[in-house]
């Protein structure tokens, strides 16, 4: 058995034993010690939360059965994309993925916070209250489509190996749940791992009601692109403690944290948050 035969066969094993694993280790480093207390009931948050993931994943799973994996192959074998066009040692063109890939994600996170129509789905992600290892999972389904499609768009263009797709894919989804978990990491260990991965305090700025703070880090992997496009912040101002998490009208515990209201969210009728051209926090309401 070749070894893209083996990965279209075990892809899904392989990345569900990934998740679970690092869910695991993540979820109990996060109890033995915590950065923050959390604010809302642990468990509506976490079977909501994963209510939603198990959804996203039938849902991709029945319109995208192949998955970017999938997307990879059918390049390879059809001869699309830059390198299936040029010759390069094998480990480049690994490596080259691996963080154009990232760069992609991170710049198709600039534009869900930027345009108010994708920000209407990734403000799913950021109503959460709390901020921990569930919450690296929690997008809204469609935001998870697009993401599918638009990670498609890259991979043909591209044309990189099939085991750097699923390598990015199980990377991807290893850092997000790391850089979103509530532990608490020494100062200066942080200080010297934010500067080549993202780390849950670089993360947690993002996930602030501020304005500012919201429109910083929109890195998952690579902490190189804030730096490189000055959007990098280093702290909150209200510190890790004292900051507030979440969007700044949408407080209410039941709306924010149940599944139904999560999938309505897009299409409640609150157009306020960090979208480039709605910035007036005068006049809303609490919801
Ligand atoms: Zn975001
Ligand atoms: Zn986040």
């Not at 679970?20 to 280790?25: L, M, N, T």
């Amino acid at each position: 058995m070749n070894l893209h035969d083996f990965i279209m066969d075990n892809e899904l094993p392989i990345r569900l034993g990934f998740f679970f694993g690092i869910f695991a280790v993540m979820a109990l480093w996060e109890i033995l010690s915590p950065r923050r207390r959390l604010q809302t009931s642990k468990a509506v948050r976490w079977t909501n939360n994963l209510a939603l993931v198990f959804f996203n994943t039938l849902s991709l799973r029945l319109l995208f059965p192949a998955a970017a994996v999938g997307v990879a192959l059918h390049a390879s074998v059809q001869g699309w994309g830059l390198f299936n066009v040029i010759e390069a040692p094998f480990w480049v063109a690994v490596l080259f993925s691996l963080v154009a890939m990232d760069f992609f994600i991170w710049l198709q996170h600039v534009m869900v916070h930027a345009l108010p129509v994708l920000w209407r789905l990734h403000r799913v992600h950021h109503a959460d209250l709390d901020f921990d290892v569930t919450t690296g999972a929690r997008f809204h389904t469609l935001e998870i489509l697009l993401s599918m499609l638009i990670k498609s768009a890259v991979i043909l263009l591209l044309g990189p190996p099939v085991i750097a797709v699923l390598l990015f894919e199980v990377l991807l989804n290893a850092t997000a749940m790391f850089n979103h978990s509530n532990v608490r990491i020494p100062e200066a260990v942080d200080r010297i791992l934010r500067l080549f991965l993202v780390t849950p305090d670089m993360h947690r700025v993002h996930h602030s009601v501020e304005d500012d703070e919201t429109n910083s880090n929109f890195g998952f992997n690579l902490p190189w692109w804030d730096r490189l496009f000055g959007t990098y912040r280093a702290q909150p101002r209200a510190g890790h403690e004292g900051m507030t998490i979440g969007i700044r009208n949408f407080r209410n515990e039941r709306w924010c944290s149940r599944l139904p209201s999560m999938l309505g969210m897009p299409f409640a009728d609150r157009m306020r948050g960090h979208a480039i051209n709605r910035r007036t926090w005068e006049n809303a309401h609490e919801q």
